[in-house]
Structure formats: C-alpha cells, structure tokens
C-alpha cells in the first residue's frame, strides 16, 4: 500500500543546476561585470544570501556570511569561485553550489543627433539601432515627418513588458512540466525556469513529500496496532479454548456433585467476558481496517486534486503563452515600421559612435546601426562627419 502512495508522488530534482548564459553578440561570451550592474546571487543552503545585490562605485557588492566582494572588472564564473572560496575558507560551508546571474545590466546612453538623449535599458542583443528608436530616431526636420517619440516609447515599453510576461510564462510552464512528469527524465531543465519558480518549485516537492511521508508514518503506526490486535486475539481465542475445556469438566463434577454450583456459575461468567473481549478486539480491528483505508483515501484525493489543478494551471498557461507571442509579434511589426521611418538604415558611415569603457580606458568605436551594443556603452549619433587634419 505504501508503494502504491510513494508512485503517486514527484520525484524531486537532486543538487543545483547551475545556469549558463548562451547570449549572442558581442557583450554575452562570458559576461565581465562593472559598477552600475545588479547581479542575484544565491547559494544553496543559505537562504540569508539570495538578494539582487547592485555594484557600489567602488566596484563592490556586500553580501551575509562573506562580506565584501569585488567584482568590477571580473568575469561572473571567477566571481562564483571567489564566493564559494570564500565560503570554504571561513567554513561555513563545506561545497557550496553559488548561483551568479545579472540581474539588471548597467544601461547603455544615446546622445548626439537624437531625438530624446539619455540612458536605454540594456537587454541582450540590443543594438545601434534599437538603441536609436528607443531615443526617438535622428533629428528631422518637420517636413521629413519626424517620428512621435511618444509612439515609440509606447511601442519598446510594451514590447519589452510584453517579452518580461512571456518570459515568466515560459518558466510558469516548465515549473508545471516539472510537477506533472511521471519521469525525472522528462523534467525540462533548470534553467528554464526562473530563481523564484525554481523555489516555488522546491517548496511545492516538499510540500507533496511531506504530505506523503505523514501518510506513510501514520499507515506504519496503524499496520502495528492492527499487528497487535491479531497477536491479542490469537491470545483470546486460545484463552477461550482452554477456559471452554475447564467450564465442561467444571459442569461435570458439578453434575456428579463434587463441586458446588457456583463456582460453575463463575466461570461461565469470567468466558462470557472473555468472549466479549474477543468481540471488542474484532471492532478493534475493524476500525483500524477503516482508518487505513482513510488514510490512502485522503492522500490519494489530495494528490489527485493538486495534479487537476496543475494541469488546469498548465492549459491555462498554454494559453496565455500563445497570446503573449501574438502580441510581440504584432509589436515587433509596429517596431519595425517605425525602424524603417527613423532612417537609422541611412546613416552614412562614421556618424555613429560607440564609447566602450574597459576597466580604466575608454575606447571609441566607429560603429553601424546593426552593431551590437554591450552593457555601459556611449552612442552617439553625430550630426555630421568631423574633419580629419
């Protein structure tokens, strides 16, 4: 029976995953972090570290159990290994699994011959081009039919909401996918998921294997007081035998007048309570015949009921999945008009600037509108080319 309940459940995902970013474009081989980046960090068996901690202008971020740590100029592995040293080192943890993602990258800034200046949200592969419709396009004159800079910060707003929801949706999905796999291997992988449907993931496991392993304690519990009610009655009945053998030699001298009538009395009274216990002892068991069966039931319904709701969740999910791609798609086709109307397409070569900062030294880039963009850069579109001596 307890097999049976034990095959109802999920088996949980051993150790940690740890995440590997596959971004294309120039900023996305192995990410190097700088001041101004907000980067989640996460370790297994310390919950008090999980934060999205930001890089101070010193190059720092502050975390429980380790303290500082500089990480401007370093290469998200090398800041994983450097905590899990850390770690180590004060014994605090004898192997930690450190879990270092970007959160939020630093912004990239559009200045120059722009129609709105300023700081553009950095999202991988983003390039010249996107950065220039989100700042509105090229300075136009009135009669060229300028852009409404309104209409495309309502467009990139949307479609960057629009790609933030998909994303949970897709991590809500395999979060499900996870629950309703009858096979581990059929779980989709880790990475698909979000840090916070990882944990709701891992909260609902234990849940649904806590849930289990009560019902497993408390069919152990009963199997024995039913073990205990068979080895009494075995007793009783034996008892009964024997007390039976004595009541018909009792009645005999009794008959032949060696022995006084009540004590014949007596003891077809004391096998009276001795079949009466015996009746009590087969309730016994009946009860705990039922409670049993109780048990499974209730356990059974529960899981049952929450893997209804799962695949309720999941088709609702679905659903939703595929509106989200409808209206990016829709977004993106507006975006696109919008592209082909600012004429970044048309900016003549050497017009375009990019000032990518390395460490210390600040470095210009002659650059395309298809040029990608990494965390931190200075775009400028130029108004005209400057003379050379």
Known sequence: MKRTVGQSIWIRALGVVALLFAITGAAQAETTVERGDVLFVSVVGLPEVERNARVDADGRISLPFIGTVDVAGTQLGDIRESIKQTLISNKILLNPSVLVEVAVYRPIYVGGAVARSGAVSFEPGLTVRHALISAGGRIRSAESGAVNPGRVIELVSRRRA?????????????????????????????????????????????????????????????????????????????????????????????????????????????????????????????????????ILYRTESSLAAARVADREAYRSALGRREALRAELEILTGHLSEVRSSTDTSEVPEGQIVIYRRTGDTTEELSASPDTELAPGDIVELRSFVLPRG
């Open 162 to 294: 629009t790609i933030y929801s998909l994303d949970q949706v897709d991590s809500e999905i395999a979060r499900l996918q996870a629950l309703l796999a009858e096979d581990p291997a059929e779980k989709p992988p880790e990475a698909d998921l979000t840090p916070v449907d990882r944990a709701l993931l891992d909260d609902l496991e234990r849940t649904r294997d806590a849930e289990v392993a009560h019902a497993e304690t408390a069919l152990d519990l009963v199997e024995t007081e039913r073990e205990v009610l068979r080895q009494q009655a075995e007793l009783q009945l034996s008892e009964q035998d024997v007390q039976q053998a004595e009541v018909e030699r009792m009645r005999d001298l009794v008959a032949r007048g060696l022995v006084p009538a009540p004590q014949l009395s007596d003891l077809q009274r004391e096998s009276s309570r001795l079949s009466r216990d015996i009746l009590d002892n087969h309730a016994y068991s009946a009860r705990a015949a039922q409670t049993t069966a109780d």
